[in-house]
């Protein structure tokens, strides 16, 4: 029988506990496959169109640019890099419930945000702050001569981002993601043990520093109105 105060039962392994683990939370990890498919879904269908008219247009005329932090870096900073310091902590300690509990945190975390911003977006419908520049990319502007909306001649694709503004899924999968790295290294360095080591609190607000500066970058480049990123950050920080 073997000695369980030996360190191999202190620190399991993945080879001898990993799979056990897995099993033990399938439900969780079918759980996360539902959330990604309605993810999905909600990616898919089409926003609701809040009624833009000739007078609202001309807060809506800021430049059409480029993301600053592209939609395929989201998963590198929210996600796999948390993971990279999760792994490098097994390493040190071989502690499989503790990386496997927090990758599974992280993904639940980030998953129930997007969900949840991408809920809202496709019921909100608000136009982003480039919207003139999606709807009419002649620079030439069409109303309705009735009701004096917006008769859109762009890409429909495009104009279906448009509609998308609140909130922001850049803030809200950054603080979900990034915030709970933050919430982790708070634990793991003992950050609120009250032996005053302001480099602790440095190593935790680092990973919210990397949040709001991508936050911030959705406002310069105009694809988010202020209280987007607020109402995203908030929630993604609530999630995580």
């Not at 683990?21 to 609701?48: C, K, Q, T």
């Not at 639940?108 to 969900?115: A, E, Q």
């Not at 993601?177 to 290294?185: A, E, N, P, Q, T």
Request: glycine fraction near 10%.
């Amino acid at each position: 029988m073997q000695d369980c105060s030996a360190p191999a039962c202190a620190h399991p392994t993945i080879r001898s506990h990993g799979v056990g683990v897995l099993r033990s939370h399938a439900y969780d990890w079918l759980a996360l496959l539902l959330l990604a498919a309605v993810e999905g879904i909600l990616n898919a269908i089409e926003p609701f169109h809040r009624f833009v008219g000739a007078g609202m247009v001309a807060d809506l005329r800021y430049p059409l640019k480029s993301n600053t932090v592209p939609f395929w870096a989201m998963p590198f900073i929210a996600v796999i890099g948390p993971m990279i310091i999760f792994t490098a902590g097994y390493v040190q300690r071989r502690n499989v419930y503790d990386l496997h509990h927090a990758i599974l945190g992280i993904l639940f975390s980030v998953l129930i945000t997007g969900v949840l911003t991408d809920a809202i977006k496709d019921a909100v419908g608000r136009p982003r702050p480039d919207f003139f520049w999606r709807c009419f990319p002649d620079g030439i502007a069409v109303y309705d001569k009735v009701t004096t909306g917006v008769i859109c001649n762009g890409i429909a694709i495009v104009i279906k981002e448009g509609y998308k503004s609140f909130p922001s899924g850049h803030a809200s999968w950054s603080f979900a993601g990034l915030g709970f790295l933050s919430w982790y290294l708070a634990g793991k360095i003992a950050v609120f043990d009250r032996r005053g080591h302001v480099g602790k609190l440095c190593v935790v607000v680092l990973p919210l520093l990397v949040a709001a500066m991508v936050a911030v970058s959705r406002v310069d480049d105009y694809w988010h109105h202020w209280q987007d990123v607020c109402a995203g950050g908030v929630l993604g920080m609530f999630a995580s």
